[in-house]
């Protein structure tokens, strides 16, 4: 079984997919006492290997189904492609692990509402990308409001375009199929941060195009070969939060580029200039009423030097209370049906109301995480 709740001691994690995202985790578990990464798996075997030769510390590569067995793993790391998530974590949860994963939860609404059923069942818990949110960036930015430095909020606005990830991903194929598009990409950073900061939506009005039939790859092995698109690649809406407060969000693999915020927040006081939600740091800058200059405030709250996996801390550190983690399934089935409520929106004409609610995680104080003499001895 995963790790008992109330038990003491490190939460030792597995992690299946050792693709490009993997290092990031690892640079953050080098610094987190309270996370042991023991094993890693992959579909290739060698690569696996080269990520626990490159970390170090004991950790084996392994079988998947090795891996999924093994007795000293409390926790499944889901690092593969979105649509193997729903696959692996339902195996991970069988197998009577905890489960963390990469955005999005699933592929489909349905299929998180297996893993969050599944991992009821299995008295586990299930935790889910972004934990962009938990860093100062997002948090010092949610205390501006929750400080009443612009009053109630009443609107905000997310921007994400980039011309496609087929420029420097070297097999971009699953951004530009069902469950992958800039929607399903990048909006859970954009979506997550807007209920962190506003709080739950309830409903969305949305509009899609599909530009092109094909991306051609531009580097690594595969430079030059031509990919189809069967995915909508702009995505525009505007979410209507359970508060009140409206959100235009766009998302693009279309355009170049952007002078636009990548989140503002506006309120009667003031309008907060919010940083990139797919960074865990970041400058907050607010400009008030009756002001003639943008000022950038103080770091105020938010786990300090954060990284990914910083989620996965988080979550160990609930196990055994009542609150779930802050980077949660709850959360992230709530974002997955946000986003696939405005893609049926975009699709249908007509506004659809989100059935799912999620409340606001609760917020994270000024903290530092990090084990400082671990992270030397691992790097030694």
């Not at 969050?116 to 930015?141: N, S, Y």
């Not at 400080?147 to 530009?176: K, Q, S």
């Not at 693999?253 to 970041?282: K, M, Q, R, S, Y």
Request: proline fraction near 6%.
């Amino acid at each position: 079984m995963g790790k008992p709740v109330g038990t003491e001691g490190p939460l030792k994690v597995g992690i299946i997919g050792c693709g490009k995202i993997v290092g990031q985790y690892l640079d953050s578990f080098r610094r987190l006492a309270g996370v042991r990464l023991v094993a890693v798996a992959d579909l290739d075997p060698a690569r696996a290997r080269e990520v626990a030769d490159e970390y170090g510390g004991g950790v084996r590569a392994v079988g998947v189904d090795e891996l999924l067995a093994a007795g000293d793993v409390d926790l499944i790391l889901n690092l593969t492609i979105p649509a193997a998530h729903v696959e692996v974590a339902l195996a991970a949860l069988a197998a009577g692990k905890h489960v963390y994963g990469e955005k999005p939860l699933a592929a489909t609404t349905h299929e998180a509402r297996e893993v969050l059923d599944g991992a009821r069942a299995a008295g586990v818990v299930v935790g889910c990308a972004p934990d962009t949110v938990l860093g100062t960036g997002l948090q010092t930015a949610r205390k501006a409001i929750d400080d009443g430095l612009i009053g109630a909020p009443v609107a905000a606005t997310a921007t994400m375009v980039t011309p496609g990830h087929e420029r420097w991903h070297p097999n971009p194929d699953f951004y530009y199929v069902p469950g992958g598009g800039p929607l399903l990409d990048m909006g859970p950073y954009y979506v997550t941060a807007l209920v962190t900061l506003l709080g739950p939506v309830a409903s969305v009005v949305g509009a899609a195009s599909h530009t092109r039939p094909e991306r051609v790859i531009g580097s690594g092995p595969r430079a030059g070969e031509a990919i189809p698109v069967t995915t909508d690649t702009h995505v525009t809406g505007v979410l209507t939060h359970a508060s009140g407060a409206l959100s235009t969000l766009v998302m693009s693999f279309d355009a170049v580029a952007t002078h636009a915020a990548n989140i503002e927040v506006h309120g009667p006081l003031g309008t907060l200039a919010v940083p990139d939600p797919n960074h865990f740091d970041g400058d907050t800058r607010l400009h008030r009423l009756g002001g003639d200059t943008w000022e950038t405030l103080p770091v105020s709250a938010g786990y300090v030097d954060s990284g990914r996996g910083y989620g996965i801390a988080d979550l160990a550190r609930t196990l055994g209370s009542s609150d779930g983690p802050r980077a949660g399934g709850t959360l992230g089935y709530h974002v997955l049906d946000v986003m696939e409520s405005l893609l049926e929106s975009a699709h249908t004409g007509r506004a659809v109301e989100v059935t799912s609610r999620a409340e606001r995680p609760p917020a994270v104080g000024l903290e530092d995480l990090a084990d400082r003499a671990r992270e030397g001895s691992l790097s030694a």
